[in-house]
């Protein structure tokens, strides 16, 4: 790799810009690396060890960054960062495209997360390394549905025949767009999505689901109480507030579930309810002690599953 020419990137990096780029076999290949990585810490502990990590997160984040750092150091690896856009070059007007030539010439990897829906491709486009997406604005968020894939699969042993209710704001929640698009690849899966009207799921994404799996089950229901007696999967997620145009519609469909543990008496004893956290009001703090609620030990996962991914990429697994 010609890193000193800075041009476009190298061919034949992979890159994990959108949920689609792995296939069901890519997945499960990280899954069996990341069982593997639970059961015996010590044999990958050194696996990265001479490399280097670079996160530039432009938005807001705990975990996703966290347990990408933690998952690189835990690999023997090394990590710089920025998490806040003001203390870097962006601040005095530099593009996307030349932070990100500059930093591939420093890291051995890029994690990104940025406002900009689609900015993660344009970076992949001009990273000489392997380009992670950590979230790029409303639109993807593939290192999550690792995470979640990898969580239902731990959980319930199997990522097909399932019917899956996602609920909250799945207009404006890119964990819940990629995660759905990759679901819909394995066999008899059905969704069941439930949010405010304004809070549908988008056209576009319904489109593309249709397209994946012509016929696939998409039923759109405002009331989450209806569909939790056939749910296996309960995906409750946060309405994003920073992607809200105006407070008023904000604080109106804030609490517009609230689960709690009353809510669930109606639902199957072996449902798991998953959340890619924050949480704010949708999940009650009692739900944490019901054996049902999954999203502590997801977030556990996802840290293994990124480690998984980081080996993958920088070709160590
Ligand atoms: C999610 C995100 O950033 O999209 N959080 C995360 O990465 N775990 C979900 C959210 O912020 O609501």
Redesign the pocket.
């Known amino acids: 790799m010609d890193r000193e020419r800075l041009g476009p990137a190298r061919k034949g990096k992979r890159d994990f810009v959108d949920s689609l780029d792995f296939s069901p076999e890519d997945y499960q290949r990280l899954f069996s690396l990341a069982d593997s990585i639970r059961e015996n810490p010590a044999r990958m502990a050194k696996a990265c060890s001479g490399s280097l990590m670079a996160t530039l997160f432009y938005e807001p ?1 705990t ?2 960054r966290l347990s990408f750092e933690a998952a690189m150091r835990r690999l023997g690896g090394e990590v710089i960062t920025v998490a806040d856009p003001a203390t870097s070059s962006v601040a005095k007007g530099e593009s996307l495209a030349d932070t990100i030539r500059t930093v591939g010439g420093y890291a051995d990897l890029i994690v990104l997360r940025h406002p900009k829906e689609g900015a993660a491709r344009l970076a992949a486009l001009y990273s000489p390394v392997p380009l992670i997406n950590g ?1 790029d604005g409303a639109r993807e ?1 593939p290192t ?1 549905t690792l995470t979640d894939l990898y969580t239902i699969l731990t959980c319930k042993g199997r990522l097909e025949d399932l019917t899956v209710a996602l609920c909250g704001d799945l207009r404006y ?3 819940v767009h990629s995660l759905i698009k990759a679901l819909t690849r394995y066999p008899d899966i059905r969704f069941l999505l439930v949010s405010p009207e304004e809070l549908r799921l988008p056209d576009s994404v319904k489109e593309e689901v249709l397209l994946l799996r012509p016929g696939v089950s998409l039923q759109e229901s405002e009331q989450l109480e209806e569909c939790l007696p056939e749910a296996d999967v309960l995906y409750m ?2 309405i ?1 507030k920073e992607r809200f145009f105006n407070e008023e519609d904000y604080l109106r469909l804030r609490d517009a579930y609230v689960l709690t543990p009353e809510k669930l008496q109606a639902a199957k004893p072996d449902l798991i309810v998953m959340h ?3 949480r704010v009001t949708e999940i009650s703090p009692a739900m944490d002690a019901d054996p049902r609620a999954v999203y502590f030990q997801q977030a556990r996962l996802g840290m293994y599953a990124r480690m998984a991914l980081i080996a993958d990429l920088l070709g160590v697994a």
């Open positions: 984040s975990r996703t979230g968020h999550q929640g890119r964990t997620t946060r994003q890619p956290l924050p």
